[in-house]
């Protein structure tokens, strides 16, 4: 069964600095998306992602936070000057038609950030 | 503001018992609403979901039942194996005139099946 994949699965990173996380979703999707979630609490949405475009951010997604869609493969979010709390699990997900179709969830990165 | 809420956070079942696990949503204009399964190191699974213009919905060994007039779904497993040891949440869309769901996920039970 098709699988979404997200690379890193633990990434460590200084405070301050930029990272990015990488999600392939699964070929045949149309709709990405990016979530958090914090140790203990529950998941919560980033962004969402069709056509190119950021269709849907919640208060979360600030100008700290961008995604991109550099090729046809693989959907990015990208952390510029990372905080003590943006450690977390990210996960990545896909849909195939519409969002009301069930999302697809990579396995997550797990962001620490020291 | 939006919530989703589960009412127990840790559930223990004997193995071959039935599971019931319960979430509440406080958003009466959520009209999907699915229940994901997240084992210790995973995403999300999905398990199940139901639609507003439906009370109850059924699949291999689930069951979920949506009550509106509460705001309430639960989500029942029969025959609960270890496997099915995990956390379970449900999230709640919500349309807009757009076509974009808004999601708001529960916290999550953790389901404990005792062999």
């Known amino acids: 069964e098709p699988e979404v994949t997200q690379t890193p699965s633990h990434q460590v990173t200084q405070m301050g600095q930029e990272v990015i996380l990488r999600c392939v979703p699964i070929?045949?999707?149309?709709?990405f998306y990016w979530y958090r979630q914090i140790l203990g609490q529950k998941v919560e949405f980033l962004v969402s992602f069709y056509n190119n475009e950021i269709s849907e951010k919640s208060e979360i997604f600030d100008d700290q936070f961008s995604v991109e869609r550099p090729d046809g493969s693989n959907f990015t979010l990208k952390i510029r000057s990372t905080k003590l709390e943006d450690s977390a699990m990210y996960f990545c997900a896909s849909s195939p038609r519409d969002p009301t179709q069930p999302q697809h969830f990579g396995d997550g990165t797990r962001l620490s950030i020291l | 503001g939006e919530s989703v809420g589960l009412h127990l956070p840790t559930l223990s079942v004997q193995e071959g018992d039935n599971s019931i696990i319960n979430c509440a949503y406080s958003?009466?204009?959520?009209?999907?609403f699915i229940w994901y399964k997240q084992e210790s190191g995973k995403g999300p699974q999905f398990i199940i979901d139901i639609r507003s213009n439906m009370d109850k919905r059924q699949g291999q060994r689930v069951t979920v039942l949506l009550n509106k007039t509460v705001k309430h779904l639960s989500l029942q497993i029969a025959a609960t194996q270890p496997g099915d040891s995990a956390v379970y949440f449900c999230a709640a869309y919500r349309g807009y005139s757009g076509g974009y769901q808004k999601v708001t996920f529960g916290i999550g039970t953790k389901l404990q099946v005792i062999p």
């Open positions: 958003n009466s204009a959520s009209d999907y």
């Open positions: 070929s045949n999707h149309l709709y």
